[in-house]
């Protein structure tokens, strides 16, 4: 079981808004520690979507967001696309294990 | 651009070491701004970090507490690669295992980028 709970799926038509949840406790994200984001098509390596809670590296488009609040970070991702299809997941810090930590990951199908 | 390049055994043995080594271009091992990370990733455990080497002035060395006792993570300054080594390996250490650059961001905070391609590691007799 994973220290950063998300979602195991979610699907939208293409166009449309998505956001996949977060939600750490008071060890991690509710700490203050940023919550970043990751894309991983199938069969790939993970690859750096959002760092910081909300900002995009250079090369990531626009229609990726993140945001942090309390406990749990969300990330949207709007005018879907086909190519949006992949495994997205959240990483944090976890000052009680004293290391870095991943979410269970959330499969993104766009219908 | 910083990219990884990983090699080693996709086969070991029960009991054995596991050794996969990451080789970087576009950045150097003993910088002092970057860390250089194991990361492995199963159905059962998911995303895994397992430890990381960095160059602050002299060599220091993190680990996971689930693996801290068979662990090591080690630089090569002559061929600017890292290792990683992992004892005593069960069935339950079959991944894929990532290498990546750790960033440390201006507040502190720590994130992956890039990764390298990933090797499937399969402990079996």
């Known amino acids: 079981q994973s220290v950063l709970t998300q979602p195991p799926s979610v699907s939208g038509a293409p166009g449309q808004r998505v956001t996949i949840s977060c939600t750490g406790s008071s060890s991690n994200i509710g700490a203050g520690y940023d919550v970043h984001w990751y894309q991983q098509p199938p069969g790939t390596a993970p690859k750096l979507l959002i760092s910081g809670n909300s900002f995009r590296p250079s090369g990531v488009p626009n229609r990726f967001s993140g945001s942090k609040s309390g406990t749990s970070a969300s990330l949207a991702i709007t005018g879907l696309q086909a190519e949006d299809e992949a495994d997205y997941y959240c990483?944090?810090?976890?000052?009680?294990?004293?290391?870095?930590?991943f979410g269970g990951g959330t499969k993104l199908t766009v219908l | 651009q910083v990219q990884l390049q990983q090699s080693g055994p996709g086969l070991v043995k029960p009991s054995q070491t596991l050794s996969l080594t990451c080789a970087i271009s576009?950045?150097?091992?003993?910088?002092?701004?970057?860390?250089w990370n194991w990361i492995r990733q199963s159905p059962s455990r998911g995303l895994e970090w397992l430890g990381r080497?960095?160059?602050?002035?002299?060599?220091?060395?993190d680990y996971a507490v689930s693996v801290k006792s068979r662990i090591s993570i080690n630089p090569d300054t002559s061929k600017n690669q890292f290792s990683l080594q992992l004892n005593s390996v069960t069935p339950e250490d079959t991944a894929v295992y990532y290498c990546?650059?750790?960033?440390?961001?201006?507040?502190?905070?720590?994130?992956?980028?890039?990764w390298g391609q990933g090797t499937l590691v399969t402990v079996s007799s």
């Open positions: 576009g950045d150097s091992v003993s910088s002092n701004s970057a860390a």
């Open positions: 990483q944090s810090y976890d000052s009680s294990l004293s290391a870095w930590v």
């Open positions: 990546a650059k750790g960033i440390r961001g201006w507040n502190g905070q720590n994130w992956f980028d890039p």
């Open positions: 080497t960095y160059y602050r002035s002299k060599w220091y060395n």
